[in-house]
């Protein structure tokens, strides 16, 4: 079974530019989330989807971040116009989501964001 | 809003020693979800264990188990016979069951394991 797939894998910006990720979930899950993982701290969920709709978002810092999920598949996170403090590294996750809390996340590699 | 501290920012062991990483929330709700995800160097986070709050029996698997005090909130990992793959950064993380049921995590235990 193929795991989660996000990419690019390093992205070098200026601050004040913009840039975008990538995620394709494990086939047939549900769930995809994107978490912020700033150096030396653990993930902070920024957006949650369930198929097509958000769940939650509170996190986002919707001034400059965005997200979409076409079609319930993958999903795109953009930042616009990136600033320093956005250097983290940007993971995403998927799980079946059969309604249960106790669903195993599965990561992806992450991309690491540094913003110049 | 569910807080989750990991006291100990780093470890080291010699192999096949013992070590427990320590793990403390903070939530009003009674029931609920743990779990230790570990991240390996430039490799992707994986799920360790999971833990849920009624159950009073500790979850083990393999050569990993938690000790889970739900009065005192607090939820170790003991890692026996370690070995070189488990150096990574450890995480502890709280699930909410009511709402988004969003996954907190803690700051993370980086542990090495020494030859």
């Known amino acids: 079974e193929a795991g989660v797939a996000q990419s690019p894998r390093y992205k070098i910006i200026e601050k004040r530019q913009s840039v975008a990720f990538w995620c394709n979930p494990i086939s047939g899950h549900a769930t995809l989330y994107w978490y912020q993982q700033i150096l030396g701290q653990g993930p902070k969920l920024l957006i949650q989807f369930q198929n097509n709709g958000v769940v939650d978002d509170s996190q986002l810092p919707k001034d400059r971040f965005s997200a979409e999920r076409l079609k319930g598949v993958d999903s795109t996170l953009k930042i616009q116009p990136a600033k320093l403090e956005d250097s983290a590294v940007y993971l995403c996750?998927?799980?079946?989501?059969?309604?249960?809390?106790?669903?195993?996340?599965?990561f992806g590699p992450g991309t690491r964001l540094t913003v110049l | 809003a569910q807080t989750v501290t990991q006291s100990q920012p780093e470890m080291s062991v010699q192999e096949a020693e013992t070590v427990t990483l320590s793990c403390t929330y903070d939530t009003s709700e009674n029931n609920y979800y743990l779990f230790w995800y570990k991240q390996p160097p430039s490799r992707q986070m994986i799920l360790v264990i999971r833990?849920?709050?009624?159950?009073?029996q500790n979850a083990t698997e393999n050569r990993f188990s938690v000790n889970f005090q739900k009065a005192a909130k607090s939820f170790s990992l003991k890692i026996s016979d370690s070995q070189l793959g488990d150096t990574a950064m450890y995480f502890c993380?709280?699930?909410?069951?009511?709402?988004?049921?969003?996954?907190?995590f803690g700051q993370g235990t980086r542990l090495t394991i020494n030859p």
């Open positions: 833990q849920e709050a009624y159950k009073q």
């Open positions: 996750a998927s799980s079946l989501d059969r309604g249960l809390a106790s669903d195993t996340q599965y």
């Open positions: 993380a709280f699930r909410s069951l009511q709402g988004a049921q969003k996954l907190v």
